[in-house]
Every structure is written in structure tokens, then in C-alpha cells.
T-cell receptor, first 113, second 114 residues
Framework: AQSVTQLDSHVSVSEGTPVLLRCNYS??????LFWYVQHPNKGLQLLLK??????LVKGINGFEAEFKKSETSFHLTKPSAHMSDAAEYFCVVSYTGGFKTIFGAGTRLFVKA | GAGVSQSPSNKVTEKGKDVELRCDPI?????LYWYRQSLGQGLEFLIY????????KSGLPSDRFSAERTGGSVSTLTIQRTQQEDSAVYLC????????????FGPGTRLTVT
């Protein structure tokens, strides 16, 4: 079955320190992978996407993610956290030829001053 | 250009009443999705439209839920005989042809069933 697992429900970092949000997916077919962000009381916004081009994908607000097929992972990183990064982050997978998108359970990022 | 819009933004209804939730996708987007997000939960897929057709309705929680899309544009999600467990934020998203996962979300409709 197709699935996506976000390994941490909550991550807390200090402002200015690196961010790592972990995501693993099940591998049946060639996946497309995405990260979405949801700020409090705001809609979901696409951060970045991987669709079989470069394995290192850059997104908005300084975030990037690396597709590692051998590890079936697509972790989200940012070198230096900002207070405005505090939000819920969702890892999403879809498969070539399919239409269904599968959302992970989400990781809530807290940023301390 | 205009993003995905949803109406109403908030809806409070009494248990047993029917509700209709509306979604206006981005113009030209062929795919449209409905999701439900309960408090503190992730997104639950409800239904997907390609044009006016819904290839997969398996995510609808019960036969009280139905959805339609007309003219390849506006979609309506209808919940009949609402129950308290239907309380959630209902999110709509649209995507361009061939870009299944690249979805643009509306602000959602917060449904409260009392």
C-alpha cells in the first residue's frame, strides 16, 4: 500500500539553528513528492516538489529537500530557522499515472526565540 | 490571478440538518479535490474530480456525503443529516492538468455541528 510517514509529530528548534523534518514514503512506483506548510489559521501552501528531476529540490523561504531513493526518504531542511517558520508541515506523495495524493500526519515545528 | 475560494468560511448547523459547501477552483484547473481536517489531525482525502467525473469516491465517510462538479469548475460538497462527528474544516484544492500533487488549496470551510 502506498503510504507516507512523518517521523516526528513535533519538532522544536531555536531561532537561527537548522531545521530537519523527516519523511519516509513507501515505494511502489515512481513517486512525486511534495512538502506543504500550514500556518496557524491559514491555508495550505506548497513549499516544494520533487518530480524526478534534480534530487535536491529548493523551495520557498529557504527550505530544501533531498530525494533519496535508497532510503525512500524526502527530508525537509533549512539552515537557519526563523520565528515565522513556526507552522505545521505535511509531506505528500503521489504516483505517476495516479491521481490520489497521500498526506502524512504532519509535523508541527516550534521555533524558540 | 484569483486563487481557490470556498464558501461559507464558517458554518454552524444543528445536528440532522443538511449543509452545502462550495468550492471555486482556479480557472483552467482540471482536477479538484476535497479533504477534511479534524482538530489536530492530518488531511483526510474525501473525493477527487477530473473534469466533472469523480473516479474515486472511496474517501467519502458515509452515504450522507456527496459531491458534484459542474462545467468543469465549481464543486459542491453536500452533507445530509449532519452529525457532530462531521465537525471539521473542509478543504478544497485544485491542480493543473498533469500535476496531480501540485495542489492549490482554498482557505477552507469550518463546519460546526451542534
Amino acid at each position: 500500500a502506498q503510504s507516507v510517514t512523518q517521523l516526528d509529530s513535533h519538532v522544536s528548534v531555536s531561532e537561527g539553528t537548522p531545521v530537519l523534518l523527516r519523511c519516509n514514503y513507501s515505494s511502489s512506483y515512481s513517486p512525486s513528492l511534495f512538502w506543504y506548510v500550514q500556518h496557524p489559521n491559514k491555508g495550505l501552501q506548497l513549499l516544494l516538489k520533487y518530480t524526478s528531476a534534480a534530487t535536491l529540490v529548493k523551495g520557498i523561504n529557504g527550505f530544501e529537500a533531498e530525494f533519496k531513493k535508497s532510503e525512500t526518504s524526502f527530508h525537509l531542511t533549512k539552515p537557519s530557522a526563523h520565528m515565522s517558520d513556526a507552522a505545521e508541515y505535511f509531506c505528500v506523495v503521489s504516483y505517476t499515472g495516479g491521481f490520489k495524493t497521500i498526506f502524512g500526519a504532519g509535523t508541527r515545528l516550534f521555533v524558540k526565540a | 490571478g484569483a486563487g481557490v475560494s470556498q464558501s461559507p468560511s464558517n458554518k454552524v448547523t444543528e445536528k440532522g440538518k443538511d449543509v452545502e459547501l462550495r468550492c471555486d477552483p482556479i480557472s483552467g484547473h482540471t482536477a479538484l479535490y476535497w479533504y477534511r481536517q479534524s482538530l489536530g489531525q492530518g488531511l483526510e482525502f474525501l473525493i477527487y474530480f477530473q473534469g466533472n467525473s469523480a473516479p474515486d469516491k472511496s474517501g467519502l465517510p458515509s452515504d450522507r456525503f456527496s459531491a458534484e462538479r459542474t462545467g468543469g469548475s465549481v464543486s459542491t460538497l453536500t452533507i445530509q443529516r449532519t452529525q457532530q462527528e462531521d465537525s471539521a474544516v473542509y478543504l478544497c484544492a485544485s491542480s493543473p492538468a498533469g500535476e496531480v500533487g501540485e495542489q492549490y488549496f482554498g482557505p477552507g470551510t469550518r463546519l460546526t455541528v451542534t
